[in-house]
């Protein structure tokens, strides 16, 4: 069920959203939290939707949405209500805002915040500078970036150690959670011996990689080399040397060890839903998260 409230407030939404639960059962007592997604009012707004709409099968949870329109415009809220098969395990709310209401989005968003639960901002693109200081930033326990689709990714990751809050995370951390586990699966086998150096390649655009350089430079302290090339992460020690490589859009990956056979394992890339999914199975700091954007200043590129 999709419906349109154009030119409305924020108390006639809050309005129909207590008829609806009465009229046809929608009910909010289930949910487990209330994820608070800032974008702008383009295709944009619709694909971080079907993203939360698909990570709320896994988190029922209210949705959010702030979708930014054209500051200069005449002050106005468009809101639509999603429930049921349109909103997944979830509830969306889509509120459109235009004109001085992008200036006063905590106030817009605020009575909508379910009692009691957990608040989560997820910016799926265009990010404040300082997410904890931001006024949504301010009412989330846990604030979600994307650095990916930043103009300047390596930069955009970057400024994120800079302006860390305990609480804050980006999905860059997430697209690489299945490498990490790969490595750390790989050097919990002999021989047990001292990393030496490790090489992480890939595509310049992707911060992904340039997180796990960080998480490795500062787990096993060594040198850490970052290039452009093939995705792949190669790790030497005395005896033996351990590589990952897949193509760059491809789905299965080759681990290759001295002496051993390859094996091929698969490791596609992560769609957003599932990295948000991820991101909000925990609501604690993540001080590995913190620790390997630290890392990244010990990262050699080349």
């Known amino acids: 069920?999709?419906?349109?409230?154009?030119?409305?407030?924020?108390?006639?939404?809050?309005?129909?959203?207590?008829?609806?639960?009465?009229?046809?059962?929608?009910?909010t007592m289930g949910r487990v939290l209330t994820l608070v997604?800032?974008?702008?009012?383009?295709?944009?707004?619709?694909?971080?939707?079907?993203?939360?709409?698909?990570?709320?099968?896994e988190h029922p949870c209210r949705v959010i949405v702030l979708a930014r329109g054209d500051r200069e415009a005449e002050t106005r809220l468009d809101a639509q209500?999603?429930?049921?098969?349109?909103?997944g395990a979830a509830e969306v709310i889509v509120l459109r805002l235009q004109g001085q209401l992008i200036s006063h989005e905590s106030s817009v968003v605020t009575p909508f915040l379910l009692p009691d639960t957990p608040v989560v901002a997820w910016w799926p693109r265009g990010a404040p500078e300082f997410p904890s200081k931001d006024s949504v930033g301010r009412l989330a326990i846990r604030r979600i970036t994307d650095a990916t689709f930043a103009p300047d990714p390596l930069a955009t990751i970057r400024k994120r150690r800079d302006s860390y809050a305990p609480g804050d995370t980006d999905l860059a951390w997430s697209r690489i959670t299945y490498w990490r586990a790969?490595?750390?699966?790989?050097?919990?086998?002999?021989?047990?011996?001292?990393?030496?150096?490790?090489?992480?390649?890939?595509l310049v655009t992707e911060p992904a990689l340039d997180v796990l350089?960080?998480?490795?430079?500062?787990?096993?302290?060594?040198?850490?080399?970052?290039?452009?090339?093939?995705?792949?992460v190669e790790v030497h020690r005395?005896?033996?040397?351990?590589?990952?490589?897949?193509?760059?859009?491809?789905?299965?990956?080759?681990?290759?060890?001295?002496?051993?056979?390859?094996?091929?394992?698969?490791?596609?890339?992560?769609?957003?839903?599932?990295?948000?999914?991820?991101?909000?199975?925990?609501?604690?700091?993540?001080?590995?998260?913190?620790?390997?954007l630290a890392g990244i200043e010990k990262v050699t590129y080349e």
Do not use: H
């Open 1 to 27: 069920m999709i419906i349109d409230m154009p030119g409305t407030t924020t108390g006639e939404v809050a309005k129909r959203m207590v008829e609806l639960r009465e009229s046809n059962g929608v009910i």
């Open 37 to 57: 997604v800032c974008t702008l009012d383009s295709s944009e707004a619709e694909d971080a939707i079907d993203a939360a709409t698909e990570a709320s099968r």
């Open 81 to 87: 209500i999603r429930v049921g098969g349109d909103a």
């Open 182 to 202: 790969l490595l750390a699966a790989a050097l919990d086998e002999p021989p047990f011996e001292k990393v030496d150096s490790v090489t992480v390649s890939g």
């Open 213 to 232: 350089a960080g998480w490795l430079a500062d787990r096993l302290g060594c040198p850490v080399v970052r290039r452009v090339g093939e995705l792949r």
């Open 238 to 292: 005395a005896s033996d040397s351990i590589a990952i490589t897949r193509p760059q859009l491809g789905r299965t990956a080759t681990l290759t060890r001295t002496g051993d056979p390859d094996q091929r394992i698969a490791l596609a890339r992560r769609e957003t839903r599932d990295c948000l999914a991820e991101e909000l199975r925990r609501l604690d700091a993540d001080e590995i998260y913190a620790e390997a």
